[in-house]
Nanobody, 113 residues
Framework: QVQLVESGGGLVQAGGSLRLSCAAS????????MGWFRQTPGKEREFVAA????????YYRDSVKGRFTISRDNAKNTVSLQMNNLKPEDTAVYYC??????WGQGTQVTVSS
């Protein structure tokens, strides 16, 4: 079955950096667009970034443009999210998504002010 396992979350001070990774198995990775989403308690899950199957196209929500970078390695079946200049409002559980329906379990990112 499809498995997406996120890692790399943690606690960081404002202005710091984290790198999230998502390891995929059970699917033909290079056939799926990949994305990162995040969710805070009481709010809907929101889009953060996405990358096309080949990695040639990337998309970001406005609030993270210039700070976050999504990338993928189709040889290793991984997608990553480099997060720089983190802000307290980036605090959330971050989820990896494959295609339209496969989700990971999430990893907590907490940014202290």
């Amino acid at each position: 079955q499809v498995q997406l396992v996120e890692s790399g979350g943690g606690l960081v001070q404002a202005g710091g950096s984290l790198r999230l990774s998502c390891a995929a198995s059970g699917l033909t990775f290079s056939s799926y667009g990949m994305g990162w989403f995040r969710q805070t308690p009481g709010k809907e899950r929101e889009f953060v970034a996405a990358i096309s199957r080949s990695g040639s196209d990337t998309y970001y929500r406005d609030s993270v443009k210039g700070r976050f970078t999504i990338s993928r390695d189709n040889a290793k079946n991984t997608v990553s999210l480099q997060m720089n200049n983190l802000k307290p409002e980036d605090t959330a559980v971050y989820y990896c998504k494959a295609g339209f329906g496969f989700w990971g379990q999430g990893t907590q990112v907490t940014v202290s002010s």
